[in-house]
């Protein structure tokens, strides 16, 4: 199923190249709404809630970027993707843009003709396993069963860290992270491996945590990020741009309470003043208005705001910041300059 | 004569003795439970362990259902509850309810126009299903697609009153020509529905807000809503189409034959989900960027097709199963092929072949869960997606799974025991 999707997508993006070019920002302003791909359910980063509206970190991008170029965040049509269809979504211009924990490889970004425009979250995969098992190391894991959903590069990452190694093992696919959990606890499978996000989020959720471990060993780089089509760079910059100003508004103190009160007028930071409209033609030069990354950061506050409210420590989820913390502050977390 | 036993037989009784009750071990319970329970060694030890089985669950499922919480907002706070009990966390079924049966974004204040809609469907294939039924309601069955389209899409009342419009004016030129011969028939038909429909849209595309509810767009429809309105359209389209089918490949007509015969072999050859994808994401490839064909009405057709498929299958058998003399006897009376069809052929095979039509019926109903794999949120999309990757219902899995085996098990079960019943309605042979 995977390799068909990938093919499908692969065949597919050859042939809609041509038809899928026109202006994507004139599309989104005559339709009023931006139509934009996230997952079909994961904790923390999207769901929907008892009232059916969207929440969670990558929402938090689809909802910046729609403020930033309508000007309201509320004007987003959702399209949940699932690990198959988000790729063929996007390259049929189904969607505009995909902010689905989407890893950032050489082959998605060059040979299935996306733009990876940014990182909004630097994850690695990691293993859990139960705590009786014993193991304090993924090296130790030779012929442990492993539970792992399909059509993710965590598949592909656990055979080369399994092959480089020399240590056996035997997958379990699952679909989904909804479906891992029972399977996992119930035995079916000794260790469950995804992103270290999604990790902790399972971890957290079940009845005794601490019955469970999670090893120290990251075994891939898993940056994810929003990404569009190739071919309508104007609307990549548009995405790029509305992402690094929700991670330069958190470096430079812009928070959602007080960004109003700061684009009032020119303050005595230029690069504020510039980032949020008060000082040269910054949105002008993206075609959108002068004051696009002040609504962006309204729309549900700068990057750190983001992340403390759906993911961060106080979370259920509990992330700690680690690598998504600003460069300032030992994470990898930097924004080109806004000038 | 009557003096011969007075000398022999010292009494005889006159009177006859009262009725004694049979031996406690021959009758009542206890003779149910001897013959069904305990016959034989055998029998008395699988009673036994059967027994034993039971006892076993219901003793450690009852806690399970006894303890269940129904209105906490969170399985946290269930946890917290329980304290360590073993109980069911029944409130993600309370607090998401209605996303279970509707999904997550139909609008709220319009949940009762898919409630009516099911009410009425109900109505409506009461005629169809019970011959006892009054006749008149054929007529509202007839209306009823357009008005739960109205009602579960919503936009103005119109559009659909305009199709229905083009397809009774059709009905009409039919009949019209219909004498002369039913190909005539169905051509004078075909072309008056589509030139009145055709005709007729201009008026829905200029009073778009006549009579009009609020419109909802196919990918807000969720929940088993979803299930049912897939379940229903595909079943019953799937069936006329499977009857043409099944008749396309009888017939001696070999690019009709030819026709039928490949496209059931390819549909037949290919799985579902394949299907299902390529409805939803190689379609959208074939057709200009905003021409986007609703996703709801791609897979509606893909599962058609599919199911009508299978139908053609069974129904083949029945028309196997008919003695050629049959066929035979209704050429001798004089009808043509379209009458001989209708009125012979048709009843006597759609009545052999309801056991089969009944388990695609079943197959396809359950088969609708598929959708979630390509991203709808039906009743398995929903729970595998938005609600068990909500915050506060992460993890909850026995609860939701086994309401969702609830909700197919009535509707299954129904099906088949309707199917039973209208079996002995129609057994005409005496077996």
Redesign the interface.
């Known amino acids: 199923?995977k390799k068909?999707?990938i093919l499908?997508a692969m065949t597919?993006a050859g042939?809609?190249a041509g038809?899928?070019s026109?202006a994507t920002l004139d599309d989104v302003k005559a339709r009023g709404k931006l139509n934009c791909g996230v997952?079909?359910?994961?904790?923390?980063f999207?769901?929907?809630?008892?009232n059916?509206e969207w929440e969670g970190f990558d929402v938090g991008v689809c909802r910046a970027v729609a403020a930033a170029v309508l000007g309201d965040p509320t004007a987003v049509e959702f399209?949940?993707?699932?690990g198959?269809?988000r790729f063929?979504?996007l390259a049929?211009?189904?969607i505009d843009m995909l902010a689905r924990n989407t890893t950032w490889t050489f082959s998605r970004d060059v040979d299935l003709g996306f733009e990876f425009v940014g990182i909004n979250y630097y994850d690695g995969q990691g293993f859990m396993v139960p705590k009786e098992l014993g193991v304090s190391s993924a090296k130790e894991l030779d012929g442990a069963t492993v539970c792992i959903q399909t059509g993710t590069t965590t598949e592909l990452n656990l055979a080369d860290f399994f092959r480089a190694n020399n240590i056996s093992y035997e997958p379990v696919p699952i679909?989904?992270?909804?479906?891992a959990?029972?399977l996992y606890l119930e035995g079916a499978c000794d260790v469950y491996t995804t992103d270290a996000s999604g990790l902790a989020?399972?971890r957290?959720?079940?009845?005794n945590p601490s019955e469970h471990v999670v090893l120290p060993e990251i075994i891939s780089k898993e940056p994810l990020g929003p990404l569009v089509r190739h071919g309508d760079n104007q609307w990549g910059d548009i995405v790029r741009w509305t992402l690094n100003a929700l991670i330069a508004a958190e470096e430079l103190g812009v928070t959602s309470a007080n960004v109003a009160e700061m684009s009032a007028s020119a303050g005595s930071n230029p690069e504020i003043n510039r980032l949020l409209g008060t000082e040269g033609t910054l949105g002008e030069m993206l075609g959108l208005e002068a004051d696009w990354a002040k609504k962006a950061i309204m729309a549900g506050g700068n990057y750190g705001e983001l992340f403390e409210k759906n993911i961060g420590e106080n979370?259920?989820?509990g992330l700690a910041r680690g690598l998504n913390a600003q460069w300032t502050e030992g994470g990898l977390l930097y924004s080109p300059p806004f000038r | 004569m009557s003096d011969t036993h007075a000398q022999t037989v010292a009494f005889v009784r006159d009177t006859m003795l009262p009725e004694q009750p049979p031996p406690a071990s021959e009758a009542g319970v206890i003779k149910w439970m001897r013959e069904n329970l305990f016959k034989g060694w055998f029998n008395s030890i699988l009673t036994i362990v059967a027994l034993y089985f039971i006892f076993k669950i219901v003793t450690g499922a009852y806690p399970w259902f006894a303890n269940g919480i129904w209105t906490t907002s969170s399985?946290?706070e269930c946890?917290e509850m329980l304290d360590g009990m073993t109980g069911a966390c029944f409130s993600v079924l309370t607090?998401?309810w209605n996303?279970l049966l509707f999904g997550?974004?139909y609008p709220?204040e319009a949940y009762w126009r898919p409630t009516l809609a099911f009410v009425l469907l109900i109505v409506a294939i009461a005629p169809v299903l019970y011959p006892k039924a009054p006749r008149q309601l054929l007529v509202f069955t007839g209306i009823y697609p357009f008005v739960a389209y109205w009602l579960i899409w919503g936009g103005t009342l119109l559009a659909p009153l305009m199709i229905l419009a083009g397809l009774i004016a059709g009905y009409f030129a039919f009949k019209q020509f219909e004498r002369q011969s039913f190909a005539m028939g169905m051509l004078a038909g075909l072309v008056a529905a589509i030139v009145v429909i055709w005709a007729g849209g201009i008026i829905p595309a200029s009073l778009p807000d006549a009579l009009a509810l609020q419109a909802v767009q196919s990918?807000d429809l969720g929940g088993f809503m979803l299930n049912m309105i897939l379940g229903t359209v595909c079943v019953s389209l799937s069936l006329p189409l499977g009857i043409l089918l099944a008749l396309g490949r009888q017939s001696s007509m070999p690019i009709i034959k030819w026709i039928c015969v490949i496209f059931i072999e390819f549909i037949r050859g290919v799985p579902l989900?394949?299907l299902l994808?390529v409805a939803?994401?190689?379609l959208?490839?074939f057709f200009?960027?905003g021409s986007?064909i609703d996703l709801v009405l791609r897979v509606i057709i893909m599962i058609t097709m599919f199911s009508a498929a299978y139908i053609a299958e069974v129904i083949r058998g029945g028309l196997a199963a008919l003695p050629r003399g049959q066929y035979e006897a209704a050429d001798s009376l004089g009808l043509d092929y379209a009458q001989a069809t209708r009125l012979i052929i048709m009843p006597q095979a759609l009545k052999i072949s309801i056991p089969g039509i009944v388990n695609v019926a079943v197959g396809l109903f359950k088969d609708t869960t598929l959708v979630s794999?390509?991203?709808m949120?039906d009743l398995v999309?929903m729970?595998?997606?938005?609600?068990?990757?909500?915050?506060?219902w992460?993890?909850v899995?026995w609860e939701l799974w086994g309401f969702a085996v609830f909700l197919f098990f009535i509707v299954c079960f129904s099906i088949s025991k309707y199917s039973q019943w209208l079996e002995r309605q129609l057994a005409t042979d005496h077996r």
């Open positions: 199923m068909l999707a499908g597919v042939l809609s038809v899928a026109a997952t079909t359910g994961l904790v923390g999207a769901a929907p809630n008892a059916g399209v949940p993707t699932t198959k269809t063929t979504a049929s211009g189904e679909e989904t992270n909804a479906e959990q029972p989020a399972t957290a959720a079940f009845e979370t259920p989820i | 399985l946290a946890r607090e998401r996303q997550f974004t709220p990918r989900i394949t994808f939803n994401v190689v959208a490839y200009p960027p986007n794999v390509i991203s949120f999309g729970i595998r997606g938005p609600i068990l990757a909500s915050t506060e992460n993890g899995y």
